[in-house]
């Protein structure tokens, strides 16, 4: 399927929740509801603000959003000082799921870390999702690390 | 030990590359030389000139840094909107381990975390550091993902 790719704007911010909301883990996380909850739009409003975060939308031939992902750049001192780039937030329309929309975003991810100057690309996958760690062993990602989570109450301070 | 804990300054970029150079996996991927590559300080420079990065070193009682790491904060739509933190590139001290120093850093970063609010906060770490996903691990995360890392380099465009 061909493809456009650019950045999300607010007005994209809706559809981008009802796919986010679209799925196993998300259905149970996210609150796909109108009016949308301010908070996804703050969210949104702190990405677009910062230069080094990229909401991406992957859009089809009838203008209809049917991917995003988010790619994070970071510079650090490790690997003798050098910028990496973090995939986050992946999603492809349920509907057209199977037809590469999943491998072309993340080739465009990888081809804006490239031209960012990146030396390292990486992501997190649920170990709930292991179709999803075998799609990134086929784009060339390699399972090296433990990805480790904690979730944060404000009470616990 | 009693340690205090400041954001790094550009006089401090050598001590650190020191310390994670003097690593198991840091001594084949960094170069600590005099003069420091300037890649170093280019990184550093980025990172300071950041607000939602920060290299947070710990100071023992005589001045001397003893530990690093780098905390990022990013802002997400997924979550119904919210911001996590990363962290990246903890060190201590090789004198001095078996101290808790880690542990200070990591409470450390967390508490940064709730202080921005945050909703998470995660790191990778390596397969090859079975102690220190045990480390991790007694400090409250919880290796829910693997972590992905792929390579990059300029001649694959």
């Not at 196993?24 to 909850?37: D, F, S, T």
């Not at 690997?79 to 929309?101: F, K, L, N, P």
């Not at 991810?109 to 709930?128: N, V, W």
Request: with cysteine.
């Amino acid at each position: 399927m061909a493809l456009t790719f650019r950045g999300a704007v607010e007005q994209d911010v809706e559809r981008i929740v009802e796919m986010l909301a679209d799925d196993l883990l998300g259905k149970e996380r996210e609150r796909y509801a109108q009016p949308l909850p301010a908070s996804y739009l703050e969210a949104f409003q702190a990405i677009d603000a910062d230069p080094n975060n990229e909401l991406i939308v992957a859009v089809d031939g009838t203008g209809r959003i049917i991917g995003v992902q988010q790619v994070t750049f970071t510079p650090h001192l490790t690997h003798q000082g050098s910028w990496r780039a973090t995939i986050e937030g992946v999603r492809t329309d349920s509907t057209v799921r199977g037809q590469g929309i999943g491998g072309q975003l993340i080739r465009y991810a990888i081809g804006r870390a490239k031209e960012r100057g990146c030396r390292l690309i990486q992501l997190t996958t649920d170990k709930q999702r292991p179709d999803a760690l075998r799609f990134y062993e086929g784009l060339g990602f390699t399972a090296t690390h433990e990805g480790m989570k904690m979730k944060l109450e404000a009470t616990e301070l």
